[in-house]
């Protein structure tokens, strides 16, 4: 009997398509990754679709509208593993910004016939609709981490991942601290690791594109950067970038307005 080869898909919903080209950037990876998988359904790469059930599923970007509410649905019924990528598919994402605002107002600004627009009042992730078996933090992804958790559950294992902060990923790097050496507003004590503290490596503060870390103390940080005469609106944006609709980072938003 020949050993049929799992069955990948690839699924898009309200996104920049960035985590999807890190997954195409992945280049000799994966020429491996296709000979080891049936890349089943990926709408960004091939025009050849193959029917489920589906091995692995990954999920990039969040749901905006009241059908992909309803084909996310089907999406989980015919994953057996279903890991969502990105800040859209694990938090609502940059669009998530809708959810501090009235939609129909923006839709009656823009369009001439806002009536024909169907749009949910929120942008939310994925797991808020199903159940998600891993989340992949950033914005985009990190390839590495990406090919790490394909290649767990392509094994039968569990993927780890971390749940420090940035913070620990400079300290790995050597780099000179830039909120406390520089007086930047530096995003890292609450970010999740992920990036290789790329932002502080290069002089800037961190901006969170990886989202919260477990139990972030945002009020304490806020607080520090009070303290670095940032202003009240100030705090609302540094709260409010690729993981606004994080719960984290969306109370502390709030809690400036």
Not at 114 to 134: G, N, R, Y
Not at 178 to 191: D, H, I, Q
């Amino acid at each position: 009997m020949v050993n049929k080869k799992p069955k990948l898909a690839v699924w898009k919903f309200a996104s920049c398509d960035g985590c999807q080209l890190s997954l195409l950037d992945c280049e000799d990876e994966l020429l491996t990754l296709a000979g080891e998988v049936e890349i089943a359904y990926f709408v960004e790469a091939t025009s050849r679709n193959v029917r489920g059930p589906y091995d692995l599923s990954l999920v990039d970007g969040s749901i905006t509208t009241p059908h992909d509410a309803d084909l996310v649905k089907e999406v989980r019924r015919s994953s057996r593993i279903l890991v969502t990528l990105g800040a859209c598919a694990t938090a609502g994402g940059i669009q998530a910004l809708r959810n501090f605002a009235d939609v129909k107002e923006y839709a009656a600004a823009v369009y001439p016939r806002p009536e024909l627009i169907q749009a949910l009042d929120k942008s939310t992730p994925i797991s808020a609709h199903v159940p998600v078996d891993c989340e992949l933090r950033g914005c985009p992804v990190n390839k590495g981490q990406l090919l790490s958790v394909m290649g767990a559950y392509l094994q039968g294992r569990e993927p780890v991942l971390p749940r420090y902060s940035v913070c620990l990923e400079c300290k790995l790097q050597g780099n000179i601290c830039v909120l406390v050496a520089r007086g930047l507003p530096c995003m890292g004590p609450v970010t999740i690791a992920g990036c290789g503290a790329l932002c502080p490596t290069y002089h800037r503060a961190c901006y969170a594109c990886f989202g919260p870390k477990e139990t972030p103390n945002t009020a304490s940080l806020a607080a520090r950067f009070k303290g670095l005469r940032q202003k009240e609106d100030q705090l609302v944006r540094l709260f409010r970038t690729f993981y606004c609709g994080a719960e984290d980072f969306h109370r502390e938003s709030e809690a400036h307005e």
